[in-house]
């Protein structure tokens, strides 16, 4: 969210400065628009509609440089992380027992939505054990 206020700010700034100094590249004397084309005096181009896309671009990927720069209380997770979490076995607390770690079972999280894990190990743990 917060790169897409960043990308909004310049943008708008863009556009806010482009708009103050109109140059005759893409402004008329009498402070119109040109149109699109490639002859005459009247004609540009690069116009005003195609700065504004071009604009919106460049203004993205500037924000996106600048706010990943930035770290504000973010917690850095990155997906391979994410993923190393759930494939690697997770440690098991010294309550159980039992040597062992759990693993992912995606056909009940499919089911029923809610991540569910299944015991891995010689043996079940007494608590887990009906």
Known sequence: MKLLLVAMLFYLLGIAIMLYIRPSYIFRKDGSWKEFGIGGEDATPFPFWMFCIVWAVVSYGIARVSVSDIKIGAIETSASDIVNSVVHPLPVEKEIGKPGYYKLDTAAMKKKGA????????????????
Do not use: C, H, N, W
């Open 115 to 130: 991540p569910r894990y299944i015991y891995v190990g010689p043996e079940a743990p007494a608590d887990l054990e009906e």
